[in-house]
């Protein structure tokens, strides 16, 4: 079982960053696949970014990369999302997920564990 909280969400302009945190509660969070998705009112839930359990592989949207960095820190249970020269298109509700694999996954039906979620909104 594993819980997970983020944090770091709000407001920001375009072109500004932010940096999401989800802190898991659980004593195998450094064997789970982590992920970050996103949906933005009226939308489906879509990918954003994924890092393997080791964090030597990640896996980022086309809409975010160069833009966004997903990292991991397994000794705080904690993985980031930094999100830089954000448009307002990335407004949305950010939700952290968590896959029991050690694989390396963009669909949102291989995670069992999500967050609540946090919203970023960029103002144009």
């Known amino acids: 079982q594993v819980q997970l909280v983020e944090s770091g969400g709000g407001l920001v302009q375009a072109g500004g960053s932010l940096r999401l945190s989800c802190a898991a509660l659980?004593?195998?969070?450094?064997?789970?696949?982590m992920g970050w998705f996103r949906q933005a009112p009226g939308k489906e839930r879509e990918f954003v970014a994924t890092?393997?359990?080791?964090?030597?592989?990640?896996d980022y949207a086309d809409s975010v990369k160069g833009r966004f960095t997903i990292s991991r820190d397994n000794a705080k249970n904690t993985v980031y999302l930094q999100m830089n020269s954000l448009r307002p298109e990335d407004t949305a509700v950010y939700y952290c997920?968590?896959?029991?694999?050690?694989?390396?996954?963009?669909?949102?039906?291989?995670?069992?564990?999500w967050g609540q979620g946090t919203q970023v909104t960029v103002s144009s």
């Open positions: 997920a968590a896959a029991s694999s050690y694989g390396l996954w963009s669909r949102a039906s291989m995670y069992k564990y």
């Open positions: 659980g004593r195998t969070f450094s064997s789970y696949c």
């Open positions: 890092i393997r359990w080791s964090g030597d592989s990640t």
